[in-house]
C-alpha cells in the first residue's frame, strides 16, 4: 500500500530534528556523555513537587478552563508584572498550555495563512520553520552574526521584510548561541515593527536565566510593542519542570482568544496537577531560579573558559544554558565534527546546522547538565581537537 497518496505533503517535507538524531545515537552507546538536550540537570524543587502529589492525593484531577486555572493565570499576571513590568488581564490576555512548545504553534497556527512569510531569526531552535511551513507559510531566515553577538539589529531585520511578511520570531535568550536582546536593541527593531506594522511571536523561554547586571528585557514592555507581540513562556527552564509540560502564552484578547478556540479543540487543557504545581512556584519559587542560576553561571563561564583554552573560538553566552563555539578551524563540517566525536570519544553535541543553514561551523553544547559531567566532556573535546590537528599535520 502505498501510504505516499494519503499523507499530507507539508508534513512529509519536514526534516527530523538534528537534535534529537544524536540523542537517539547517543542512547544506544556506552560510556557517553551528552551534552546535547537542553534540559536541567536539577531535580523540580520539593516544595513545587509537594504540591502536586498534594493535588494528586485530594483527587484533584478534573479538566480545567480551556486557558487554565484562573488562578494560575493569575498568579502569571502578577509574575509578569512583578518580573518584567507588564500588565495582562488574566481574564483574556492568558492561555495556559502544553508547554511553551504548543504556545508557539497555537500562535503560529493562529496567525499564519498560505503564502505568509514569517521571519525566523537564526540560528535558533528547531520548531518554528517546520510549524510555519505546516501552515502553509513561507520561513524566511533571518541570519544573526557572531561579531554581532548573535543580536538581530535594526536593519538587517527591515532589509528582510516584504509586502507578505507578517510575523517575527524572536527567539532570546537565545537557543543554541546564548544571545540576549538588550533594551536598545530592542527599541531599535520595535520602530522598524511599527513603521512595518507586522506581529511578533516573542519566545522567552529562558527569560529567568539571563546572566549578569542587566535583567531580561521582553519586546513586550518596549512602548506601543505590547499590542503587536504574543510572549510565550513557559515553567520547563526557570523551575525545571520539563517533564510537566506546561507553558503561557501572553498577548492581546483578540488573538489569545482564537489561539484559546484552537487549543480547545486539539488539547483541551493542559494537565491539572502541572497547574497547580505550577502556581506554588510562581508564589514562592524566586530563590530556586536564584540558585539554578547562580550554578549555570558557574558553569558557563567554565565552559566558555574551557573551550577557548581549547582553542576554538567560543561566544560568551549571557542567557539560557548553551555555549556555541566555532568548530570552523578543525576544518570539519558541524555534522562530521559531531559524527567523529561521539564514535571516538562518546561524546554528543549538536551541530549547529540543526539551528539553521548559519549554523554550520559550530556546534551547540548545553552546560545544564552536572560540573563533573561537562568537565569530563571537554577534556574528551580537547583530545579529539588536538588529534585533529596532529592529523592535518600529517
Known sequence: MDYNRYLNENVT????????KFFSIAEEMDNVISLGV??????????????????????????TANAGLISLRKEISAFYERKHHIKYNPKDEIMVTVGGSEGIDMCIRTLISPGDEVLVVEPSFVCYKPIVETCGGVAVPLVTKNENNFRLTAAELES?????TKLLVLPYPNNPTGAVMRKDDLVAI????????????SDEIY??????DQAHVSIA?????????????????????????????????????QMTKLHQYAIM?????SQFAAIEALKNGDEDIKKMLSNYDMRRRFTVNAFREIGLDCFEPEGAFYVFPSIKSTGLSSEEFC??????????????????????????????????????????????VEELKNENKG
Open 339 to 384: 559524527e567523529r566525536l561521539i564514535m571516538s570519544k562518546r561524546v554528543a553535541v549538536v551541530p549547529g546546522n540543526a539551528f539553521g543553514d548559519c549554523g554550520e561551523g559550530f556546534i551547540r553544547v548545553s552546560y545544564c547538565y552536572s560540573i563533573d559531567n561537562i568537565k569530563s566532556a571537554v577534556e574528551r573535546i580537547g583530545e579529539f
Open 269 to 273: 487543557s493542559a494537565p491539572t496537577t
Open 13 to 20: 517535507a519536514i526534516k527530523p530534528s538534528g537534535i534529537r
Open 160 to 164: 528582510a521584510i516584504t509586502d507578505k
Open 190 to 201: 520595535s520602530k522598524v515593527i511599527a513603521d512595518k506594522d507586522i506581529l511578533v511571536l
Open 221 to 257: 514592555a518596549i512602548k506601543g510593542m505590547k499590542e503587536r507581540t504574543v510572549v510565550i513562556n513557559g515553567f520547563s527552564k526557570t523551575y525545571s519542570m520539563t517533564g510537566w509540560r506546561l507553558g503561557y502564552a501572553l498577548g492581546p484578547e483578540p488573538i489569545i482568544n
Open 38 to 63: 537542553g534540559e536541567p540537570d536539577f531535580l523540580t524543587p520539593w516544595h513545587i513537587r509537594q504540591t502536586g502529589i498534594d493535588t494528586l492525593e485530594k483527587g484533584t484531577t478534573r479538566y
Open 207 to 212: 527569560s529567568e536565566l539571563t546572566y549578569g
